[in-house]
């Protein structure tokens, strides 16, 4: 026979959050900085549903 726990709701991955388990961000500009001294811009991004953050570093095009 089976006994059944009560179902628990695991807090972080429920409803949209499961594309962010997968790996589908929903990825908003979050900032940036200029690297004056160097050939590499940084610019900063945030999930709008995790909150996760990445940081994507861009070529300077003169
Ligand atoms: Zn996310």
Redesign the pocket.
Same mark, same amino acid.
């Given at each position: 026979m089976a006994y059944r726990a009560p179902s628990r709701v695991s807090g972080k991955i429920s409803g949209k959050?499961i594309? *962010?388990f997968i790996g589908l961000?929903?990825w908003k500009r979050s900032g940036g900085l200029n690297v004056y001294a160097s050939n590499v811009r940084e610019k900063y991004f945030v999930?709008?549903? *995790?909150?996760?953050k990445k940081t994507v570093y861009e070529p300077k095009k003169d």
């Open positions: 959050n594309l *962010c961000h929903k999930c709008e549903r *995790c909150g996760k």
